[in-house]
């Protein structure tokens, strides 16, 4: 079992950044794949970004490309997502989710376990 635990949501400006955090439970964090997806009022589920195991590859939503880098610290447990440029269409709950197969995937189906997610709004 993972426990994945989102922090660093909040209330931002358009135009602002914001650093949301992951932080996995359990002692094989560096074998994981780490994905973050979202979800907006009425929307579906997002892929944004997604990192391998070793942090090397990376994949990014297109609506999020060149706005928000993931990057990983394995002796942390710890995943983060670096959002700038912020638009009021980013509101959404921002979910971390583990691959224990170590890919970084772009479906939630490549997902075994998720966290609760992080509430980020953006205002105009």
């Known amino acids: 079992q993972v426990q994945l635990v989102e922090s660093g949501g909040g209330l931002v400006q358009a135009g602002g950044s914001l650093s949301l955090s992951c932080t996995a439970s359990?002692?094989?964090?560096?074998?994981?794949?780490m994905g973050w997806f979202r979800q907006g009022p009425g929307k579906e589920r997002e892929f944004v970004a997604a990192?391998?195991?070793?942090?090397?590859?990376?994949s990014y939503g297109s609506t999020v490309k060149g706005r928000f880098t993931i990057s990983r610290d394995n002796a942390k447990n710890t995943v983060y997502l670096q959002m700038i440029s912020l638009k009021p269409e980013d509101t959404a709950v921002y979910y971390c989710?583990?691959?224990?197969?170590?890919?970084?995937?772009?479906?939630?189906?490549?997902?075994?376990?998720w966290g609760q997610g992080t509430q980020v709004t953006v205002s105009s």
């Open positions: 990192i391998g195991s070793s942090g090397v590859r990376r």
């Open positions: 989710a583990a691959d224990l197969d170590g890919r970084p995937g772009v479906s939630s189906a490549d997902y075994d376990y």
């Open positions: 359990g002692r094989t964090f560096g074998s994981y794949g």
